[in-house]
């Protein structure tokens, strides 16, 4: 069991920054995989960034350029810098984990997510 909790979100100017940060507890050793999501009122649940356990990294093209994902093992945190930030940024963020679980399976970890609102 794996339990995620996000933290860093807040209401910022268009342009702005923000950090965001996800701290992992329980079994964090079967994590091989985290990333962060997001979703709009009314839109579905979208992936921002992700990062695999050799700190492989891909981003949605809507952010790409602007945020940046990383990971501290040591600290079992995961961060999102985001900067010049747009109001279509406005969401809810989630942290997700992917962990083994077992021989041949692996269970999909959700935070309870954090308010990003980009506005003037």
């Known amino acids: 069991q794996v339990q995620l909790v996000e933290s860093g979100g807040g209401m910022v100017q268009p342009g702005g920054s923000l950090r965001l940060s996800c701290a992992a507890s329980g079994n964090i050793f079967s994590i091989y995989s985290m990333a962060w999501y997001r979703q709009a009122p009314g839109k579905q649940r979208e992936l921002v960034a992700r990062i695999s356990a050799g700190d492989v990294t891909n981003y949605a093209d809507s952010v790409n350029g602007r945020f940046t994902i990383s990971r501290d093992n040591a600290k079992n945190t995961m961060s999102l810098q985001m900067n010049s930030l747009k109001p279509e940024d406005t969401a809810v963020y989630y942290c997700?984990?992917?962990?083994?679980?077992?021989?041949?399976?692996?269970?999909?970890?959700w935070g309870q997510g954090t308010q990003v609102t980009v506005s003037s």
């Open positions: 997700n984990a992917i962990g083994g679980t077992g021989w041949d399976q692996e269970s999909d970890y």
